[in-house]
């Protein structure tokens, strides 16, 4: 029997009986935990308040066997920027499954965690694209889980590959990176993607970076779109997983903005209809 506060992420949450939920915990101190939060659907519950989904705070959990129950939790960052927004929320969801699947049970994983912080700080506060956002969290993730992509020769052949940049060279999503031109290209398994200078700069720079900088930097938009041709495929692949893109609540989120303009340019027709 035992108390102890730990410091992290909500990242799942799971109803269960009448007002009861399974939080899944991302920890700095011991990686994923699941916890039982009794009572916390109930109207008047003060873990409610504190422990949404997403929210960053101090959790202080009972051990009762293996079991963990949420005791007290203090809401540090609830993201509140990130949940009223449908887009950056979708974003921020995936950001949030690919942590849970990276960081294993019971096993601190403090970097996984800051890139996660990281991450949804900047969706929350800065004015960048969620998709460049995930793109960025999804190298970093990546490189800090073990699977960087090889971004200085070509996979096959080992030559060194900046150089030749401009001789076809290009990024096998299905591989562990680049490939030169020529005959190597062919034997790459799987597609191969075109990459630019900028793009092999702009992945090292992330893969590479301290902690606190992976948003220290700024690509053009060619580099954006290319990170977004290669990095989601690549991560999947690595993964062995097949994750939802979270651009469908883009593309829903445009369909509304339009049904909006349509409802106004017809209320707007009504009016001069009626004069
Ligand atoms: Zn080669």
Known sequence: MAYETYTGVVAREVDTGEADRYLTLLTVERGKLDCFAKG???QNSKLASQSGLMTYGEYQLFQKADRYILTSARALESFHDIRADVVKCA???HILEIT???VAEAQAFPEALQALLNSLHVLCYRDLAPEFVTRVFEIRILSLAGFAPVLDRCTICGTPVQARD????GFSVHGEGLVCGGPCRGQASGRVAPISRGAVRAMRYVAECGAGEIFGFSVS??????LANIVPEYLQYQLGKEYKKPGEAERY???ERDMIKVMENGRAYGRRGGQ
Request: aromatic fraction near 10%; charged fraction near 30%.
């Open 221 to 226: 938009k060619a580099v954006s779109g290319e």
């Open 253 to 255: 989120k445009a369909f």
């Open 100 to 102: 849970r699947d990276v």
């Open 166 to 169: 401009s001789l076809g060279a």
């Open 40 to 42: 916390i659907r109930k």
């Open 91 to 93: 974003y921020a969801a």
